[in-house]
Nanobody, 127 residues
Framework: QVQLRESGGAAVEAGGSLRLSCAVA????????MAWFRQAPGKQREGVAA????????WYVAGSDGRFTLSQDTKKAILYLQMNGLKPEESGMYYC????????????????????WGQGTQVTVSS
């Protein structure tokens, strides 16, 4: 059973930066597709960034315009999301997600693709 634990969320002003971390436990050297999602109150969960394990290709939500960077420390089993130039509309609960590679796929940034979810970390961007 994979466990995901997010951290790094905070309240920042517009234009600020945050680095979110997702610590992964229980992966047992198996290959997982991983992603970050966010959900604002009353809105659907939206894919923010994802990485494909077979080729390392990264996907980012439209509108991130190069401000977001996904990276990982495989030795520490941590997935990072660096977010710069944050905007108020990017506020929400940010979730880390994972799925065993090779399962049903609905898109790298589609929540239905993912099986495992963390509890989330709150990001609030004030104008």
């Amino acid at each position: 059973q994979v466990q995901l634990r997010e951290s790094g969320g905070a309240a920042v002003e517009a234009g600020g930066s945050l680095r979110l971390s997702c610590a992964v436990a229980g992966a047992f050297d198996r290959t997982y597709r991983m992603a970050w999602f966010r959900q604002a109150p009353g809105k659907q969960r939206e894919g923010v960034a994802a990485i494909s394990p077979n080729d390392g290709r990264k996907w980012y939500v439209a509108g991130s315009d190069g401000r977001f960077t996904l990276s990982q420390d495989t030795k520490k089993a941590i997935l990072y999301l660096q977010m710069n130039g944050l905007k108020p509309e990017e506020s929400g609960m940010y979730y880390c997600a994972a799925v065993l590679y090779g399962g049903d796929w609905y898109g790298d940034l589609h929540p239905r693709t993912y099986t495992y979810w963390g509890q989330g970390t709150q990001v609030t961007v004030s104008s």
